[in-house]
C-alpha cells in the first residue's frame, strides 16, 4: 500500500450544514445504513459543543433514505462490560436531548436500534410512510440501554413501551403516528421542509423563553410550578417579553 492510499481519510460520518437559527446535521454512513459507530458519537458531541455555546435548532436526519438502521453491529460486537459502563451512546444521546434549543428529528425508512433511541432524544419527531422504528436489542443478546428502556415510556407510555422493548417488534409509521412517537407523516420529498417549516415556527418565537419552555418541560414532576415560577419571573423582567407584548398590543389597536 503506498504512503497516499493509507492517509486517504475516511468519509466525515456526519455532514452538517449550519445557518443562523438552526443546524441540519445528517447521518451520512450510506454504505451502513447510517449505523451509529464511534465515529458518528464522536461528531455528535463536537456538535453539541457547539450548539451548547451558541444555542440554536437541531434538525437530524439521514441520508439516502434512511435515519439510522442501528448502533455499529462490528463495533457492538467486540465491546465488553467497560465500555458497556462508558455509556458510549447514552451519554451523547443525553447531551443531545439536553441541548439548550430544541431537537427535531426527520425520520425516514429505518430508525432501529440506536438509531431510535437517538430519534427518542429528540423534542418533535416527524417521519415518511416508509419509517419502520423498533428496538430488536434483545434478539441480539443486549438490551437497549442508550435511552430506550426509560425514554420510550416517557412518550409513549409504559404499556406500549413494555410490549416494543419486550418484544423487539419493529413497527411501521402508521403506527408510529397512532402511538405518539412521530407527530406527522411527510412524504419523504417533504420530509425536510416540513422539518424547517416546525423550525421557523419555533425560530419567530423568543429564543429565551423557548429554552426556558424546554428545560422546565424535562424536569420531574415535583419540580413543578416552582421551577416554572422561577423561569417565568426571569422572563417577566426580560426586555424581549415588554417588546413583543407591546408589539401585539399595537397591532391590536389596528
Known amino acids: 500500500m503506498s504512503d497516499a492510499a493509507a492517509h486517504i481519510e475516511a468519509p466525515e460520518p456526519l455532514r452538517v450544514e449550519r445557518r443562523d437559527d438552526r443546524v441540519v446535521a445528517t447521518l451520512d454512513r450510506p454504505d451502513r445504513r447510517n449505523a451509529i459507530d464511534q465515529a458518528t458519537i464522536d461528531a455528535l458531541h463536537e456538535l453539541c459543543a457547539e450548539l451548547e455555546a451558541e444555542p440554536r435548532i437541531l434538525i437530524l436526519t ?7 438502521s442501528g448502533a455499529d453491529i462490528a463495533q457492538l460486537r467486540d465491546r465488553r462490560a467497560e465500555d458497556a459502563l462508558r455509556g ?10 439536553e441541548l439548550p434549543m430544541p431537537v427535531i428529528a426527520a425520520l425516514d425508512g429505518y430508525a432501529l436500534g440506536g438509531g431510535a433511541e437517538l430519534a427518542y432524544a429528540a423534542d418533535i419527531r416527524i417521519g415518511t410512510p416508509s419509517l419502520k422504528m423498533g428496538n430488536p436489542e434483545t434478539g441480539l443478546g443486549i438490551l437497549a440501554a442508550a435511552g430506550a428502556s426509560w425514554r420510550l415510556k416517557e412518550i409513549v407510555g409504559d404499556a406500549r413501551a413494555a410490549e416494543l422493548l419486550l418484544t423487539g ?29 416546525i423550525a421557523d415556527r419555533i425560530a419567530r418565537n423568543d429564543p429565551a423563553a423557548t429554552m426556558a419552555t424546554k428545560r422546565v418541560f424535562r424536569l420531574p414532576r415535583a419540580a413543578h410550578p416552582d421551577a416554572d415560577l422561577a423561569e417565568q419571573a426571569e422572563l417577566f423582567e426580560s426586555p424581549e417579553k415588554e417588546r413583543r407584548m407591546t408589539e401585539f398590543l399595537e397591532r391590536r389597536k389596528r
Open 88 to 97: 458510549i451512546n447514552a451519554n451523547a444521546f443525553i447531551r443531545i436531548a
Open 169 to 197: 417488534r419493529t413497527i411501521d409509521a402508521d403506527e408510529a403516528l397512532a402511538i405518539g412517537l412521530v407527530s406527522s407523516l411527510h412524504d419523504a420529498d417533504d420530509l425536510l421542509p416540513a422539518a424547517h417549516a
Open 62 to 68: 439521514g441520508a439516502d433514505g434512511v435515519f439510522a
